[in-house]
């Protein structure tokens, strides 16, 4: 193989490894759904700061609970799809939520904190969250929200 034949061939290989990191591969949980059990708390911080909980089952069950400057106070539930559940799954691995850190807080007082956790097969990881943490995290917890529906209950 010539020198340039060499680098044509490292070229293509490089241009290969820009592509796959330009348009990352969806990740996606093959367990069994049923066993899932996704779970999200919100406190209050010194403010108004909605406190929930909610808890989103394999089988589609949302149960929310209410505790404090939220809409709805007190036990809640709602259904939602199997493919809406696999959904936010496989939004919890394209987070790479299981090589998170399992605590992000900030040396500040006043905020509110929010611990995620998702249970399978393999186990339970969950991760807290106190004024700061990576953006995929943040976004993660707001699909958990959008797709359990808790804004008809939190928002007042």
Known sequence: MSGGAAAVGVG???ALIVAISLFPVKAQYNGNIENVVIT?????????????????HGNGLVEYEGHQFVAVTGKQTAQISQEQVQELVNAFYDARF??????YEANVSDLPSTTTSITTENGTKSVYRYGFGPDRL?????????????EKWVKQ
């Open 40 to 56: 999200m708390e919100r406190t209050v911080c010194f403010g108004a700061c909605p406190a929930y909980q909610v808890t989103i």
């Open 138 to 150: 943040i976004m993660l917890e707001d699909k958990i929200d959008e797709i359990a529906g808790t």
């Open 98 to 103: 299981y090589n998170l850190r399992d605590r």
């Open 12 to 14: 293509v290989g490089i």
